[in-house]
């Protein structure tokens, strides 16, 4: 497939695919159930490749050899997240597959099957316009949920607070983390190491990279949508019937 631009710096894709997807009532891993006949996972790789990467890597997990199998001969590399603590955690299982690499490292979910290959385009656009460190997709919801908020000082984004650690005032905030990310890739593989698992779910989040880049490690840039079918994911099988209805014009 033909790509989209002519990128000027090195591109890596790392699509988030280890989950179990427990609320799914089904052993099959959530990466694989279908929308469309096409596991939600492969929406994600033929959003990506348009964008002409220099490399693919899933994260894969559980089940992860039905997950291997089903992408073989998608020039998809994996890196094993064995257990699942959290996505920090997962992008740093990637970072073998990362070393010495000096480019943009995209970060993508599996579950989140509707995006488009345009809509990743203006992401890395805005960090190569701007040179931040991150740069990150929101938009707004009337009912964030459980979300992850933005939360800005001066129209600049300093960190994102996910749904459970929360304040009151930071949940009433209507602007939400899509959990979609461009990173510089020597700024993100040093700054991993340097989260912790002092959080409501004991997992290392890689949303606590935001703050850190925005309080000087290299600055943070935003995107924000006006089309949240593009972010929203796949958590249990009637979100999963509710968004193949939309994709697919029903």
């Not at 699509?15 to 891993?29: F, Y």
């Not at 129209?155 to 899509?178: F, K, P, Y």
Request: proline share 4%; charged share 25%; glycine share 12%.
């Amino acid at each position: 497939m033909k790509k989209i631009t002519e990128m000027p710096e090195k591109l890596g894709v790392v699509i988030m695919a280890a989950g179990k997807g427990t609320r799914m009532k089904s052993d099959l891993p959530k990466a694989l159930h279908m929308i469309g006949g096409k596991p939600l996972v492969m929406w994600v790789v033929e959003a990506a490749r348009p964008l002409g990467p220099d490399r693919i890597v899933a994260v894969v997990g559980h089940e992860r050899e039905m997950v291997m199998e089903r992408l073989a001969g998608e020039e998809v590399e994996f890196a094993v997240q064995e257990p699942q603590l959290g996505t920090g955690h997962a992008l740093a299982c990637a970072g073998e597959a990362f070393y010495g690499f000096k480019g943009v490292v995209l970060v993508l979910s599996a579950d989140v099957p509707a995006i488009k290959p345009e809509t990743l385009e203006r992401l890395l656009e805005e960090r190569r316009r701007t040179g931040a460190a991150v740069a990150l997709l929101t938009c707004r919801m009337d009912e964030p949920g459980a979300y992850g908020r933005i939360i800005r000082r001066e129209g600049e984004v300093e960190a994102i607070v996910e749904a459970r650690d929360a304040t009151a005032w930071q949940l009433a905030t209507e602007e939400i983390n899509a959990g979609i990310y461009a990173f510089d890739a020597e700024f993100v593989f040093g700054a991993l190491g340097r989260i912790d698992r002092a959080n409501a779910q004991g997992e290392y989040y890689l949303t606590d990279i935001v703050a850190m880049a925005s309080a000087g490690g290299g600055g943070v840039a935003a995107v924000m949508i006006d089309d949240p079918v593009q972010i929203l994911g796949v958590n249990t099988v009637e979100e999963l019937a509710g968004l193949e209805r939309v994709m697919m014009g029903q």
